[in-house]
């Protein structure tokens, strides 16, 4: 999908699960994982489907640090190698505020806000806030472009680049 057609898609509600309101037995583990590339496999062969790959992204669920597939009546825990989302496409739009919109490898469409966060780990590698408690990375390339329009910004603890979307500013990081 083209950069064009992303304020289209945040104004079109895609119906997610409620997963957050359920709280199926536990079922066990399934070797499937989410490799930290956004690749997903299932005994160790990657899934060729992207529809099948949104089908079970629609119903992950992270509880603390453990990332489980649930439906009303199971839960099965799973591996994600780093985050399960990567964020790859982003445009700038100025109507009225600036605002950045951006989507992920599986098509989330979001606005980078206080509902959509950017941190910084201890790597400093950036995420973002996606849905419900899930991340997406923020892709090498999304990350250098940003760092390329972002302003420098003194704080006490330095001078940071930052980046302002719908009125809520994020660090890229700290300029040595």
């Given at each position: 999908?083209?950069?064009?057609?992303?304020?289209?898609?945040?104004?079109?509600?895609?119906?997610?699960?409620?997963?957050?309101?359920?709280d199926?037995?536990y079922?066990?583990?399934?070797?499937?994982?989410?490799?930290?590339?956004?690749n997903?496999?299932?005994?160790?062969t990657?899934?060729?489907?992207?529809?099948?790959?949104?089908?079970?992204?629609?119903?992950l669920?992270?509880?603390?640090?453990?990332?489980?597939?649930?439906t009303?009546?199971?839960?099965?825990?799973?591996?994600?190698?780093?985050?399960?989302?990567?964020?790859?496409?982003w445009?700038?739009?100025?109507?009225?505020?600036?605002?950045i919109?951006a989507?992920?490898?599986?098509?989330?469409?979001?606005?980078?806000?206080?509902?959509?966060?950017?941190?910084?780990?201890?790597?400093?590698?950036?995420?973002?806030?996606?849905?419900?408690?899930?991340?997406?990375?923020?892709?090498?390339?999304?990350?250098?472009?940003w760092a390329?329009?972002?302003?420098?910004?003194s704080t006490?603890?330095?001078?940071?680049?930052v980046?302002?979307?719908?009125?809520?500013?994020?660090?890229?990081g700290?300029?040595d």
């Amino acid at each position: 999908m083209s950069l064009d057609k992303l304020s289209d898609q945040l104004s079109s509600n895609t119906k997610l699960p409620p997963v957050e309101l359920w709280d199926p037995p536990y079922c066990g583990e399934i070797n499937l994982v989410i490799k930290a590339d956004g690749n997903w496999f299932y005994n160790g062969t990657i899934f060729k489907r992207m529809a099948l790959v949104k089908l079970f992204a629609s119903v992950l669920k992270r509880e603390g640090e453990d990332y489980f597939l649930v439906t009303p009546v199971e839960k099965v825990k799973i591996i994600v190698e780093d985050a399960p989302f990567l964020l790859t496409q982003w445009q700038w739009t100025n109507n009225n505020h600036i605002t950045i919109s951006a989507s992920t490898n599986l098509d989330d469409y979001f606005e980078i806000n206080s509902e959509h966060p950017v941190v910084i780990n201890e790597s400093g590698e950036l995420y973002v806030t996606v849905r419900r408690n899930l991340l997406a990375k923020v892709h090498r390339n999304v990350y250098y472009q940003w760092a390329n329009i972002a302003q420098e910004s003194s704080t006490n603890d330095g001078t940071e680049l930052v980046l302002t979307s719908s009125g809520y500013t994020f660090s890229l990081g700290k300029i040595d």
